[in-house]
């Protein structure tokens, strides 16, 4: 491993001149907003954990500030998702400077599948596009029901209203459906929150970095599928009682409510996480689906 003294990456050109040089305006429409401190982005990449032996994926590396650091913390094997192609420019000298350890990928993050990227562990660290962070975090959740081994842990940016979603409790304003398909999967924590002014261009709120660990079991034993149709019809009417917003589902609410031990009169709010996995349960039970 080369030293951090010795890293080529450390004799790059300053950030702010690679974005001059090529003309690396943020676009709002691919939710862009750039972090240059390298002490602020190398927090950020220990986070993560020892980086030498792992498949290093990041999403959305812009000029290469989160990129770099990660390279500088000592990521061995660095996959860098970018479809803008004047990023993928910018990027060129980072990828010639890194030997060997950075593979720069032109493609949209919603259609890779980061098993095929490298073999485990598999680590995600990004400061993710504002405008597709719960999609991308969706498809990997998804992926993570399937096969708790595909990552090993998720170090991601989000808007803190976003942040705030995955480790929300019960009979909080911020719990609701990412909240029980993120902690039935994993242990999140805030780790750091980031103010605007750190960014290039300041965004108009605050954000922070949440760091996932999967669970090597869910938290509660039930269907991807019968979870999410129940937590899209408690959180779709999440004003109601549950008698009346899980009637959506095809079957009668109080027999589905009974089977799972749930209230009728509670709400969705009000339900843990293996509430939620009782009631996915039960619905089986009552509306066997497919495999």
Not at 217 to 235: G, H
Request: with cysteine.
């Amino acid at each position: 491993m080369v030293s951090a003294q010795s890293d080529p990456v450390q004799g790059l050109p300053p950030l702010r001149s690679i974005i001059r040089e090529h003309g690396l305006a943020a676009r709002k429409s691919l939710g862009q907003h750039f972090l240059l401190d390298l002490n602020l982005t190398r927090r950020i990449a220990r986070l993560a954990g020892d980086l030498r032996n792992a498949t290093v994926i990041e999403v959305g590396p812009g000029p290469g500030g989160l990129t770099r650091a990660l390279l500088l913390e000592g990521a061995q094997r660095l996959f860098a998702i970018e479809k803008d192609q004047r990023c993928q420019s910018a990027l060129r000298s980072l990828v010639e400077a890194a030997e060997g350890r950075l593979t720069l990928i032109d493609a949209d993050a919603l259609e890779i599948n980061p098993e095929e990227l490298g073999p485990p562990p598999r680590l995600i660290v990004s400061n993710l596009p504002y405008n597709v962070g719960s999609a991308l975090l969706t498809g990997w959740l998804q992926q993570l029901a399937s096969n708790p081994e595909s990552l090993k842990r998720l170090v991601l940016m989000f808007q803190r209203e976003v942040a705030d979603r995955l480790v929300a409790r019960p009979r909080s304003k911020a719990y609701g459906r990412l909240s029980v398909l993120t902690q039935w999967l994993c242990r999140a924590s805030i780790s750091l929150e980031v103010p605007a002014a750190a960014f290039t261009p300041p965004p108009k709120v605050t954000s922070a970095v949440v760091v996932l660990d999967p669970r090597s079991r869910v938290l509660a034993p039930c269907k991807l599928r019968s979870l999410e149709k129940v937590t899209a019809a408690a959180f779709g009417q999440r004003r109601k009682m549950l008698r009346q917003s899980l009637r959506s589902l095809g079957v009668v609410p109080a027999l589905l409510l009974e089977k799972a031990g749930v209230a009728e009169s509670a709400r969705a709010e009000e339900l843990t996480v293996e509430d939620f996995c009782a009631l996915a349960r039960a619905l089986d039970e009552l509306q066997p689906s497919p495999e």
